[in-house]
């Protein structure tokens, strides 16, 4: 049983991201989402990292607040 914390942190370290508050502010700030776009359509992933965040939106509700989180601080 998977007992890991699922939160924005946690979410960085899996896509191979730093994972610091100032890493995650940077990046919130560099990358941005247009307006009806997916987390995992951004054409900055890499194919792997894009795979993770589908599959994690459509499979993995452990992921869905971390997952919004990131969402939200790129609009």
Not at 39 to 45: R, S, V
């Amino acid at each position: 049983m998977d007992t890991s914390k699922h939160n924005l942190y946690t979410l960085f370290d899996q896509l191979g991201l730093p994972s610091d508050d100032a890493s995650i502010e940077r990046f919130a700030r560099h990358y941005r989402l247009n307006d009806g776009q997916y987390l995992y359509q951004a054409e900055f992933w890499t194919p792997a990292q894009a795979s993770f965040l589908k599959d994690a939106y459509q499979q993995d509700a452990e992921w869905s607040d971390a997952l919004d989180q990131l969402n939200g601080l790129m609009r």
